[in-house]
């Protein structure tokens, strides 16, 4: 299948900034979105070092409202949304009666009644008309993600070079936290969660906003060695802090447990969706499972690359894989036979048609000193 026209995507309001920029456009889930700038190592290690602005304005977010506001969304995610307090953000997941991902998402409440679901861009529509399957009378379900823009500032340096524009003490907003403030005139959710393994924050402003609030950043930003960053450095900075990318390493043939993602589970809230088939796979064990490898030979292993332990007739598949800059090899999540989940396990990657050794190593891949 061809690549879509770009004059067939949509674009984020930021669409104009990314080419006086001179980003590189790329489709994407839909969209017209710049993969890169200045070069992709440049920009993870700006991260890592400095920091990097990203338009995530592309992202979803449906908007649950009502006195069932929560009882809906209790019922369709499968953390415990009653452990949230207004200013509070929940990692969560909307999941099939099977018990895999329909996709994962952030629940943010802003009141008892209120809830913001941010969702993955290319799932939007699937996931809102998903939600809206479970609506009862008393909670409106929404798809509010023409009015939001979403800009995300990453690394060591985000707060210092964003807190001037935001008229709220930054160092008050705790982890998977947010806060409502004025952010150059624009009333805006200012959160701090990230998709990146680093410090930093995601401003959620009206879509008329987006471009005052870029442009001041980035100006005032570049002289303290900010980098607008894309899609590209996106990924590898958050394959090196092993979060999932639905698409690569969960979709709708795996759940909670085999991605290793079984703390956004909660069994003991009661009943939600999917709920039923985890019980009776957790009753019965698991046969797969994520895990983490570094490669050891020539080669890089890509999503989708077969592999197999070595010595056993086991297979497994490489999800997301590459080489990273800041641990400065090749490596990769796969999921494998739970026997072969073990640090140390030998693996063969199939790249190319060549086997390529590999090892399970423990995983995330890179922890920033202060995490």
Not at 67 to 83: G, H, L, R, S, Y
Not at 243 to 259: K, M
Not at 349 to 366: H, L
Request: aromatic share 10%.
């Amino acid at each position: 299948m061809n690549a879509p026209e770009l004059s067939s995507l949509k674009r984020t309001p930021l669409f104009e900034s990314h080419k006086a920029l001179h980003g590189k456009l790329v489709p994407f889930g839909g969209w017209e979105m710049p993969v890169l700038y200045s070069g992709l190592a440049d920009e993870h290690v700006a991260v890592r070092t400095k920091a990097g602005l990203f338009d995530v304005s592309h992202m979803g977010e449906i908007r649950v409202r009502g006195p069932k506001a929560f009882e809906v969304v209790q019922k369709i995610t499968c953390n415990d949304v009653a452990v949230l307090v207004d200013g509070r953000i929940q990692y969560s997941a909307f999941l099939t009666e099977r018990g895999t991902f329909v996709d994962d998402l952030l629940t943010y409440r802003l009141a008892a009644d209120d809830y913001l679901l941010v969702v993955n861009a290319s799932n939007t529509p699937k996931d809102v008309a998903w939600a809206k399957s479970f609506a009862v009378e008393g909670a409106t379900i929404e798809d509010e993600s023409p009015a939001w823009s979403q800009i995300a500032i990453q690394g060591p340096l985000a707060q210092e070079i964003l807190q001037p524009f935001v008229k709220a003490d930054l160092a008050t907003v705790a982890y998977y936290w947010f806060t409502w403030a004025d952010v150059l005139g624009a009333r805006c959710i200012v959160s701090r969660t990230g998709y990146t393994g680093e410090d930093g924050f995601e401003i959620y402003g009206p879509a008329d906003a987006a471009p005052k609030i870029w442009n001041a950043l980035i100006e005032a930003g570049t002289p303290k060695g900010l980098l607008p960053a894309g899609l590209g450095a996106r990924d590898t900075l958050r394959l090196e802090a092993k979060l999932a990318l639905y698409g690569n390493d969960i979709d709708d043939t795996v759940t909670p447990w085999e991605a290793d993602l079984g703390w956004i589970v909660k069994m003991k809230k009661g009943d939600f969706v999917g709920r039923d088939a985890l019980a009776k796979q957790k009753e019965q064990g698991l046969t797969k499972k994520l895990a983490g490898f570094f490669v050891d030979g020539r080669g890089i292993a890509r999503h989708g690359y077969p592999l197999k332990v070595e010595g056993s007739g086991e297979a497994g598949v490489v999800t997301s894989g590459t080489q990273t800059p800041t641990v400065g090899r090749a490596l990769g999540l796969a999921y494998v036979p739970l026997s072969a989940t073990t640090v140390g396990t030998r693996l063969l990657v199939d790249v190319r048609g060549k086997d390529v050794p590999a090892v399970v190593v423990p995983t995330p891949f890179y922890k920033r000193a202060s995490a």
